[in-house]
Nanobody
Framework: QVQLVESGGGLVQAGGSLRLSCAAS????????NGWFRQAPGKEREFVAAISWSGMSTSYANSVKGRFTISRDNAKNTVYLQMNSLIPEDTAVYYC????????????????????WGQGTQVTVSS
């Protein structure tokens, strides 16, 4: 089992920045791909960004492309989501996800492809 714990959420004004972290513990040996998803009140969970184990391959939702950056530090078992130029529409609970992968450059944008999820961290952007 892998446990994921997100941190770094909070309240920020529009135009501001936040950096989310996702720390993994448990059976962290092996290669894992990771993703960030978010869910706003009354809406379904949506894909935000994904990253391969190597960190060389990434993918972003169109709504965050150019503003958010996903990265990882495998030595620290941590994945990050740097969020810049935040807008009120980014307000949501942000979830980190992980799944084992055999390819170091594989990444996944579908929530159904992930095996492990964190508890989520709230991000609120005020106008």
């Amino acid at each position: 089992q892998v446990q994921l714990v997100e941190s770094g959420g909070g309240l920020v004004q529009a135009g501001g920045s936040l950096r989310l972290s996702c720390a993994a513990s448990g059976r962290t040996f092996g290669t894992y791909a990771n993703g960030w998803f978010r869910q706003a009140p009354g809406k379904e969970r949506e894909f935000v960004a994904a990253i391969s184990w190597s960190g060389m391959s990434t993918s972003y939702a169109n709504s965050v492309k150019g503003r958010f950056t996903i990265s990882r530090d495998n030595a620290k078992n941590t994945v990050y989501l740097q969020m810049n130029s935040l807008i009120p529409e980014d307000t949501a609970v942000y979830y980190c996800a992980a799944r084992p992968t055999t390819g170091s450059n594989n990444y996944y944008s579908a929530a159904s492809r992930y095996d492990y999820w964190g508890q989520g961290t709230q991000v609120t952007v005020s106008s």
